[in-house]
T-cell receptor
Framework: GQSLEQPSEVTAVEGAIVQINCTYQTSGFYGLSWYQQHDGGAPTFLSYNALDGLEETGRFSSFLSRSDSYGYLLLQELQMKDSASYFCAAQDTGRRALTFGSGTRLQVQP | SQTIHQWPATLVQPVGSPLSLECTVEGTSNPNLYWYRQAAGRGLQLLFYSVGIGQISSEVPQNLSASRPQDRQFILSSKKLLLSDSGFYLC????????????FGSGTRLTVV
């Protein structure tokens, strides 16, 4: 099976940079995804890493280290609208569906 | 463009009553389809996934079942709801070749009373 750990809550101020970490344990890891979910809404896909390194998509970047079983989501130039929950999700080579972490609630303060 | 429809948006059902939630995808063929459940303030728990018509994989033993009668239709059912079935039910799809970029439906908030 798989398990993913994330901090439950992170607080940052508008305009700052915040990093949300995710560690995973899996028997056949294939890749790590990140999703954003606003209160009452559905999750939306942000980014994906299958290889080590940094993937950049606008203000959001995601990093993966397969040797450390670790990844993070980096949000730059924080805006109030970034207040949401962020989930990492692991894809393994055997199971054809994602396993999600418990989520990190990001609060952006003015 | 591809769209996913999920209904109803909210549902209040008594304990012991049946359940049927429907999800349909438009604008794509042969999608992978998924049902997840989310308890308040928690992560997403995979319930079922399907890679084709009639092909259902169950992840958690429970009183729920799923069916895929058509390529782009995924149905979640229960014969008798329990209080513990309350939650936010999310349907999602992904292209067959890309199994990580899920598109989720708007969800069904189920309250069992």
């Amino acid at each position: 099976g798989q398990s993913l750990e994330q901090p439950s809550e992170v607080t940052a101020v508008e305009g700052a940079i915040v990093q949300i970490n995710c560690t995973y344990q899996t028997s056949g890891f294939y890749g790590l995804s990140w999703y954003q979910q606003h209160d009452g809404g559905a999750p939306t896909f942000l980014s994906y890493n299958a290889l080590d390194g940094l993937e950049e998509t606008g203000r959001f970047s995601s990093f993966l280290s397969r040797s450390d079983s670790y990844g993070y989501l980096l949000l730059q130039e924080l805006q109030m609208k970034d207040s949401a929950s962020y989930f990492c999700a692991a894809q393994d080579t055997g199971r054809r569906a994602l396993t999600f972490g418990s989520g990190t609630r990001l609060q952006v303060q003015p | 463009s591809q769209t996913i429809h999920q209904w109803p948006a909210t549902l209040v059902q008594p304990v012991g009553s049946p359940l049927s939630l429907e999800c349909t995808v438009e604008g794509t063929s042969n999608p992978n389809l998924y049902w997840y459940r989310q308890a308040a303030g928690r992560g997403l728990q995979l319930l079922f996934y399907s890679v084709g018509i009639g092909q259902i994989s169950s992840e958690v033993p429970q009183n729920l079942s799923a069916s895929r009668p058509q390529d782009r239709q995924f149905i979640l059912s229960s014969k008798k709801l329990l209080l513990s079935d309350s939650g936010f039910y999310l349907c999602a799809w992904s292209p067959r070749a890309l199994q990580y970029g899920y598109t989720f439906g708007s969800g069904t908030r189920l309250t069992v009373v």
